[in-house]
């Protein structure tokens, strides 16, 4: 396991020698402790990154994708240690870290081809002596700031089109799940991705973002993480006008119309809704069912909820791990208080499960009906594993429900009507729409928000936009 980061090629720990402890959210018990880096540190993450950049974007595209595509392939001969890292710092079920480490190295193996299509383009001139040429470049050194839902995938999805389009990189994983980023840098270099090019921190977030964003010589930073922190940085992002992605909240609606398929609609938003126990920022959080498939749909619900079995990540069959700590249960016990205070009825669940040996981290999946618009967990994000229900007559008043977010991230909704299908798509107010479909994610298609989702995109070709500027040049013969 390495405890020590990654800067200019050398494992370092903090200059001041400090560290903070990375512990098992499901015991409870500290597993490690890393570096307490800050901006000093951080600067210096830069200066390698920038020493590295000339080299790094010379390369070619072939060149630079064969190390990426490498770093993918190293990823999924070591998924079950890379997974079982994760469920210790996370929680996750080891089958959904299993599945994670997939996710995260699919990006890199798409980044690794997609770099080898960064086109350019001759334009006809206006004038007979002209030439005009279009070329992409890398934008330059990328800081990648990572949250600890998804602490491999957050990380490359970002990484491989950087790498792919010639960035160098500065990370820094969320606290709470710092060394699966540590194991996928230590991974970078057993490739032989050179030195500079893939530096990551760990630290105080604010120092080290504060670090990056007065630093001209960073000039894309890419984000994943609450809408708030995603505020603090755009802000701060205006003095040196730097360049951003900001994959911020989600509070996503799942529509099931009268006319679904109820078995899909109800293992779609089971998975959807309790995949690492609630806490992803496109899992379904307002189900939203028409008038005549609301029972039906109810009754199952509960049912698949209920064979759920909440547990420690490594334990046979678990599909719920525990929150990520404290305060989290905390507000998913809020936002259930607050349903049942005015007027919601709990139909599975409602309560924290309490299991010898482990901490008090766990809560059961539950499922909470008479939703209203009123209610917390209408308005704001639980990230806990509690779906609640409300119930709606027409199409209109059902994308109207859908709509009435400050959020535009994901949104989901089950039909067999071909029309309705394309009309409801095309009138959700969302970045990522699942028709008949509650898991869109998927390396090769664009992955990002509207609204206070963020903006900027990841996954396909379109991430490539981020990490590239676009140069004309203006040939005189
Ligand atoms: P979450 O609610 O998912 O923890 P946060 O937005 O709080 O989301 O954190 C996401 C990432 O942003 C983490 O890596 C965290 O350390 C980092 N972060 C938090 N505050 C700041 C800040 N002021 N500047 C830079 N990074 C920050």
């Not at 008043?397 to 009507?417: H, I, M, P, W």
Request: glycine share 12%; proline share 4%.
């Amino acid at each position: 396991m390495r405890t020590e980061c990654l800067i200019n090629g050398e494992w370092v720990g903090a200059d001041s020698g400090k560290t903070f402890e990375v512990t098992n959210p499901a015991t409870g018990r500290v597993l490690t402790s890393v570096p307490r880096m800050g901006g000093a540190e951080a600067r210096r993450a830069v200066d390698a990154a920038f020493a590295a950049w000339p080299a790094w974007r010379s390369r070619t595209a072939a060149d630079r994708g064969k190390l990426v595509g490498e770093l993918g392939r190293a990823m999924m001969r070591d998924q079950d240690r890379l997974a079982g890292l994760m469920t210790a710092e996370q929680g996750k079920p080891l089958g959904e870290s299993k599945g994670e480490i997939a996710y995260a190295a699919s990006f890199l193996e798409w980044a690794s081809e997609e770099g080898k299509r960064l086109y350019g383009e001759i334009i006809p001139a206006s004038a007979a002596g002209k030439r005009i040429l279009v070329l992409r470049q890398s934008v330059g050194v990328a800081a990648i700031i990572t949250p600890w839902n998804f602490p491999a995938a957050m990380i490359t999805r970002k990484l491989g089109p950087a790498l792919a389009c010639g960035c160098p990189v500065v990370i820094k994983p969320a606290e709470d799940t710092p060394l699966s980023a540590l194991a996928i840098a230590e991974l970078a270099e057993e490739v032989g991705i050179p030195a500079g090019v893939v530096n990551v921190i760990t630290g105080e977030a604010k120092a080290i973002g504060g670090a990056w964003l007065d630093d001209d010589r960073v000039r894309k930073l890419s984000f994943t993480g609450s809408t708030e922190v995603g505020r603090v940085l755009m802000k701060g992002a205006s003095e040196h006008l730097l360049r951003l992605s900001l994959e911020l909240g989600g509070h996503a609606p799942f529509l099931v119309f009268d006319d679904a398929d109820l078995d899909k609609a109800v293992a779609a938003a089971t998975a959807c809704k309790f995949r690492n126990a609630g806490q992803t920022c496109i899992c379904a959080n307002r189900f939203i069912v028409q008038e005549g498939i609301h029972d039906a749909f109810v009754e199952r619900f509960a049912e698949a909820i209920n064979d759920l079995k909440v547990g420690e990540g490594t334990g046979d069959g678990v599909s719920i791990g525990p929150l990520i700590n404290d305060a989290a249960v905390e507000k998913v016990e809020s936002h259930v208080r607050d349903a049942i205070g005015k007027g919601g009825t709990v139909r599975a669940g409602g309560e924290r499960v309490r299991i010898d040996g482990l901490a008090d981290r766990f809560y059961a999946p539950t499922l909470i009906t008479g939703m209203t618009p009123e209610m917390k967990i209408f308005r704001e994000e639980t990230f806990g594993p509690v779906a609640a229900v409300t119930r709606f007559k027409d199409e209109d008043e059902g994308v109207r429900l859908a709509n009435d977010s400050e959020y535009g991230l994901a949104a989901y909704f089950f039909t067999r009507d071909a029309s309705r299908l394309m009309r409801v798509a095309e009138a959700l107010e969302y970045g990522i729409v699942g028709a008949n479909d509650g898991g869109p994610s998927t390396a090769q298609a664009p992955f990002g928000g509207v609204k206070h989702s963020g903006f900027g995109r990841e996954g396909g070709r379109y991430v490539m936009d981020e990490y590239t500027e676009i140069k004309y040049v203006s040939w005189g013969l």
